[in-house]
């Protein structure tokens, strides 16, 4: 379970870096938020959204994401859990 858990990390990871900062320099942090910062924006979330089901397997709303609830790495990592 926790070998899964870090590959679903970085398989998240890396589609939020390449798909919405492909030009940072830093790292992402697993607490930093990415909606309420507009990092991922409306029309990325459907985009995130699209990953997560396709890619993971897993169905999300988008209006399960966003401040209070699924908007950073490890939020959004939990609640795919949850899912599963």
Not at 30 to 47: A, C, F, H, K, T
Request: proline share 5%; no cysteine.
């Amino acid at each position: 379970m926790a070998g899964e858990r870090a590959e679903t990390a970085a398989t998240l990871r890396a589609f939020v870096m390449q798909r919405y900062l492909p030009d940072r320099a830093r790292p992402l942090s697993d607490d930093e938020p990415l909606i309420s910062s507009g990092i991922v924006d409306s029309m990325g979330l459907v985009d995130l959204t699209l990953f997560i089901e396709e890619d993971l397997g897993v169905f999300l709303s988008p209006d399960e994401f966003g401040e209070g609830r699924a908007d950073t790495l490890t939020q959004i990592l939990a609640l795919i859990e949850r899912q599963r």
